[in-house]
Structure formats: C-alpha cells, structure tokens
C-alpha cells in the first residue's frame, strides 16, 4: 500500500509498452491503472506482474452481468492481489451487493468502486437505452444506490465531487479522471481540473493518464504534481 493519491492510467495496446513506463515509476510515487484494452491484451499475469512489484493496482474492468457472474468475476480479480476495482451501477442493487459480498471484509480486500453514467453519454443517449432522466439526475440515483449495497465509492468528475461529499461523506470514495496540469493537452476530455483544485474539491484520486503517459520524463511530471499538491496544501 502507497498514500499517494495519484492512479496513473496505464492506457497501452500490450504488456511491452506499459511495462516501460512502469520501470520508471516507483510504488510510492503512485497507484497504477488497468483497464480493458491493456487486460484484454495482457491478461491477468501482467496484473500480478505489477502487484508484484508493490504497486495498487486498481482494475477497471467495469463488470456488467447477473450477481453471481459479476461475483465470480469479482472473487478472480481480488485473487490477483488488486487495490480497487468497479462495476457499473447499472447493474443494479442486487449486482452490486454480491460484488462486495466477493470481496469479503478482511482489512486488506480491494475496494469496490461503481461507475454511475459513463461520462460519454448525453441525455439523447440516454433517451435511446430508455432513461429519461437527465444524465446529472440519473448519475445521483446511481450513486444512491452504489451507496445503499455495498460500494466504497463511484467515478465522478472533479466538478462533482464536493457535492458527492457533501451528500455522502469522506468515506465514500471519489475517483476522478480528466485531470490536467495547467500547461496540458486537454485532450478529449471536456470537463477538466488541475490536480491541486481537484483534491481541495473533495477528491480521493486522480486518474492521470496521458500528461503522464506520453511524457518525455514520466517520473518527473509525478514528481511536478506531488510538489503541487504539498505546496497547494491539497495533500
Ligand atoms: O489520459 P487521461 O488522463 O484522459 O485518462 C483518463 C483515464 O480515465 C482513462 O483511462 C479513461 O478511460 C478513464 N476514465 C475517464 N472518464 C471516465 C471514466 C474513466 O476518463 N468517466
């Protein structure tokens, strides 16, 4: 386990790739990221590789399916020793509850994390799968009910997380992406913040992937955004 409050996204096509920027990174300078493109390529043993090497590893497979799948599911990927991992709320109560259910409650079972309305959708999008609430409306309900079975938190934007605090507490985690220096591409993300203002607006962790990826000197930006965040007070 590491403090830091900085998940780097891995977002790579295969192992080679996020392995070369894991050797230049250190499990005290930040938590690391897997999603489904570098899971789908790399497999499990690259997850064990990473935790083996002393990193938090949260796994973002974002698990979709009836309870007992989304357990099975679950009960594999805390096997492979990861920090965190999600669902989509979605999914609904019942799902939810048996993916923490997976989990059990030893001190060091992985956190479970839900996923609300995936920031990629608007009310029009939402209208075709059937849901007429606005996606801010249909994104606080799913949160209720992440909170109601079981989750440890949801995906939020930094924008949003005060409130989320606000109505839920500390404990209930906020990860949140879209994060950016101020001197950063924003990229394809529309609703960014810098990493100081998100902590003071109530997140847990950043998901930082590309100012960190794509950088000539990977270790450096974190070393950048860990002065930040002691300077600014955030941390
Ligand atoms: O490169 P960048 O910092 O934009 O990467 C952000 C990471 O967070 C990516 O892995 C992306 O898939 C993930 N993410 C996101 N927005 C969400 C949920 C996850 O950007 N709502």
């Known amino acids: 386990m590491t403090d830091s409050r900085v998940i780097v996204a891995l977002d790579f096509p295969e192992s080679d790739s996020a ?14 990221k897997i999603g489904k493109e570098l899971f789908t390529a790399a497999g499990p043993a690259l997850v064990e590789n ?21 357990s099975r599911a679950c ?22 509850a048996a993916a923490r259910d997976a ?18 959708m608007n009310e029009k999008d939402l209208k075709e799968i059937g849901i007429f609430a606005s996606p801010g409306d249909s994104a606080l309900s799913l ?7 079981g989750a440890d938190g949801i995906v939020c934007s930094a924008h949003e997380a005060a409130s989320i605090r606000a109505r839920y507490g500390d404990e209930f985690l906020r990860v949140t992406p879209g994060i950016r220096l101020p001197d950063s591409d924003s990229d394809d993300q529309k609703r960014i913040m810098t990493p100081s203002n998100a902590l003071q607006n109530g997140a847990s962790y950043l998901v930082i992937g590309r100012p960190v ?13 860990e002065t930040v965040l002691q300077e600014s007070g955030a941390k």
């Open 19 to 32: 392995l070369a920027l894991v050797e230049q990174l250190s499990p005290g300078q930040c938590k690391l």
């Open 75 to 96: 009960s594999a990927a805390a096997k492979l020793g990861v920090w965190m991992m999600n669902v989509h709320a979605l999914g609904g109560g019942q799902m939810i």
């Open 103 to 120: 989990l059990g409650k030893g001190a060091n079972r992985p956190l479970l994390i839900a996923v609300t309305i995936l920031t990629s």
């Open 213 to 225: 990826t794509r950088a000539d000197d990977p270790a450096a930006v974190l070393r950048r955004i």
């Open 143 to 149: 949160a209720d009910l992440a909170k109601q079975y």
């Open 50 to 70: 990473i935790v083996g090497r002393g990193f938090d590893v949260f796994l973002d497979l974002k698990f979709h399916d009836i309870p007992t799948t989304v």
